[in-house]
């Protein structure tokens, strides 16, 4: 394991616009640790991925692992820092501010744009409760998820021995792996969100087990990795749509970040990109449409054209309206 701190930073939440420790309690700077630059550059190339995916354009699969490496990264950072239990109180409002509010702003944008495009507000054949989690736009699902699985993640994690929680998860991931073919079948009869919602559970147990290998033996280590290999081997073999390509992709990143951290030059600093990929995700279907619907870009153009126009928006309200950035993007 490498003894760099870990970033402070939710994967695709922004870094804190005000001088804090961007943790569950106050702190001055001086005691935040260091930005890692290593996932911070996987952040960015994660966003590209599900900007990638989105665009209709990915006929492998692979920009979909962007969505694994969020998943994993979200799950293994909440773990990190999931030190001592906090009051639910103080939980809340914080996993309130940094998703919840950005989910109910973008719901009521998109919401918005569906009635002029005379689509319906919310999806609501599968009933409203499913709808409030789909989103007026489907990718905003990940919002609601993060949120009850963060602080699910927060109130149970300070309580349990690691030791014994990390095998637990590789144990339950290579489960899930195995046994893909039969939840992803069911899942897809279920329809938005159930079918996000068990994808995204596979991320967060292996977000968790990466979190807890510090505490590990390297043995142990070493045989949860392997057999979470042969897993995902598994299910590329049996070509299980949405978690073979996406999760084999997303777990060896991570891995390979999370415990041989690359090293990188000091100079390197690429949070004012990092920093703008919640919004980059948030936005970025705007544009996709747009350029899909209104222009006639090559396909190897308009995923670009598509991060770089919800990038430069988001860099511009962070820039110029960070009190609204803060709670929107």
Not at 46 to 65: E, K, L, P, Q
Not at 84 to 105: C, D, G, V, Y
Not at 130 to 138: P, R, S, V
Not at 213 to 237: D, E, H, T, Y
Request: net charge positive.
């Amino acid at each position: 394991m490498s003894p760099q701190s870990e970033t402070p930073t939710d994967t695709l939440d922004r870094p804190p616009l005000v001088e804090k420790n961007d943790s569950f309690g106050e702190g001055d700077k001086s005691s935040r640790p260091p930005i890692r630059q290593d996932i911070e550059i996987l952040r960015i190339l994660s966003a590209f991925g599900i900007v990638w995916f989105h665009s209709g354009f990915d006929r492998t699969g692979i920009g979909y692992g962007g969505l694994a490496v969020f998943l994993i990264l979200s799950a293994y950072l909440a773990t990190i820092r999931a030190k001592a239990p906090q009051p639910i109180r103080q939980i809340l409002s914080q996993r309130s501010q940094r998703l919840l509010i950005p989910w109910a702003f973008w719901m009521v944008a998109y919401g918005f744009r569906n009635f002029l495009v005379d689509r319906n507000l919310l999806e609501t054949d599968r009933g409203w409760i499913n709808g409030l989690l789909a989103g007026t736009q489907i990718h905003l699902w990940y919002l609601p998820f993060l949120f009850f699985a963060t602080i699910g993640i927060d109130l149970t994690i300070p309580r349990l021995r690691r030791e014994w929680l990390g095998p637990a998860c590789a144990l339950g991931s290579i489960t899930l792996l195995v046994t893909a073919p039969a939840w992803r079948a069911w899942s897809d009869l279920h329809g938005y969100p159930t079918v996000q919602y068990c994808h995204a559970l596979l991320g967060l147990l292996l977000g968790i087990f990466l979190a807890c290998a510090k505490n590990l033996p390297v043995l142990w280590v070493r045989l949860g990795l392997g057999a979470i290999a042969l897993a995902l081997i598994s299910a590329l073999a049996r070509e299980v749509v949405g978690v073979g390509i996406c999760y084999s992709v997303g777990f060896a990143l991570c891995a390979w970040i999370l415990i041989w951290p690359p090293q990188l030059p000091k100079a390197w600093d690429v949070r004012k990109i990092s920093g703008c990929m919640l919004g980059v995700y948030l936005i970025h279907i705007i544009f996709d449409r747009l350029y899909i619907e209104h222009t006639h870009l090559p396909k190897l153009v308009q995923p670009w054209a598509t991060f770089a126009s919800a990038l430069l928006v988001t860099w511009l309200l962070r820039r110029f309206a960070p009190k609204l950035a803060r709670w929107v993007v």
